[in-house]
């Protein structure tokens, strides 16, 4: 049995990384380039390439005869999950809780206040050389529905606390009660959406929100409303949205898009009051020295044999 760990980002870059001889372990770098590094079946720790898309992702899986986990630096595992159906058992899968929450929560609330203060119309009128003044949408005062209230969730809403928002409600797979308060479910979105302001889906992609957001959810949504996405493209059904901004009822900022990236000449790229960012929630500044720290306290952990932290899925479980 091997004892290979396979790395996106070279060990001694990781301050903290269990010594090698120590930990019994042979660090190995991959960033998903055309050549493995070394034999797949000698890997028993397998730290997913960030952001190289689901062929690099699950490319080494089918070899990986002795893997006992699979990190993914992404908080969503959707693009990985394909490839564990024909792993052993016992293969735990872990994301990257606690690294993209500040960076995501960031974006999101910078797209809701882009979009109500009119920034994108005022950098179009800085090339016309147009004084666009007038009175715009302000967050403060407001109904926020954030959708997917996992830890992303709940740093969106830390965020939108001095805004002096109306209301923030939550949404979750299933009603719970948080410190804040009360997390609706999503059988109650329904019933929610037509009061919201504004809408932030956060959610994992999963077959439950897959498609989630589509022609009646959005028709729920109220005049004027501004539905933000930071989650996964496939959340929303893109022809639904294209057909409801089209009419100038409802606005859009998206992080993400589907299909992602979205190639020249798609419609959303001139859909009215739509506001387009390159999926970029989590690739900033504070990325790298949370993956890393991260990376470093889940493999001293397997190597002391202890329990790992954000495991989502054990693979025959």
């Known amino acids: 049995m091997g004892n290979d760990v396979w790395l996106p980002v070279a060990a001694e870059e990781i301050e903290g990384l269990p010594a090698s001889a120590e930990a019994g372990l042979t660090y190995r770098f991959w960033n998903g ?55 052993h058992p016992g293969v735990r899968l872990c994301n990257a809780k606690g ?51 996992g830890s992303i969730g709940s740093a969106i809403e830390d965020r939108l606390a001095p805004f002096e928002c109306a209301r923030v409600v939550r949404v979750a797979r299933s009603a719970r009660t948080s410190e804040r308060g009360e997390v609706h479910a999503f059988t109650e979105l329904p019933a929610l959406l037509p009061e919201a302001d504004v809408v932030i889906l956060s ?46 009822r409802i606005g859009a900022a998206l992080d993400v898009t589907d299909p992602e990236p979205l190639p020249p000449g798609h419609p959303l790229w001139h859909a009215p009051g739509v506001l387009i960012s390159p999926h970029v929630g989590g690739s900033t500044s504070a990325f790298m020295p949370r993956a890393k720290r991260l990376l470093a306290a889940q493999i001293a952990r397997f190597a002391a044999g202890e329990e790992l932290r954000n495991v989502v899925l054990t693979t025959g479980g």
């Not at 109500?116 to 529905?145: C, H, K, M, N, T």
Request: aromatic share 6%.
């Open 33 to 87: 380039g055309p050549d493995f590094p070394a034999d797949p079946a000698d890997c028993v720790f397998y730290a997913v390439p960030y952001m190289q898309g689901m062929d690099v992702a699950i490319r080494p899986l089918p070899a990986m005869r002795s893997l006992r986990v699979v990190q993914t630096l992404s908080a969503g595992t959707d693009h990985v999950e394909p490839g564990l159906t024909g792993l």
């Open 99 to 149: 690294v993209h929450e500040a960076s995501t929560a960031e974006l999101a609330l910078a797209l809701v206040l882009a979009s109500l203060r009119g920034i994108p119309g005022f950098v179009e009128g800085r090339q016309r050389e147009e004084w666009r003044a007038g009175f715009y949408p302000a967050l403060a005062d407001r109904s926020v529905l954030i959708v997917g209230y």
């Open 203 to 248: 959610t994992p992609l999963t077959e439950a929100t897959r498609g989630l957001v589509d022609a009646t959810f959005l028709a729920r949504m109220k005049d004027g409303a501004l539905l933000v996405n930071v989650a996964r493209g496939p959340v929303v059904r893109t022809e639904a949205l294209l057909a409801e901004v089209g009419t100038g």
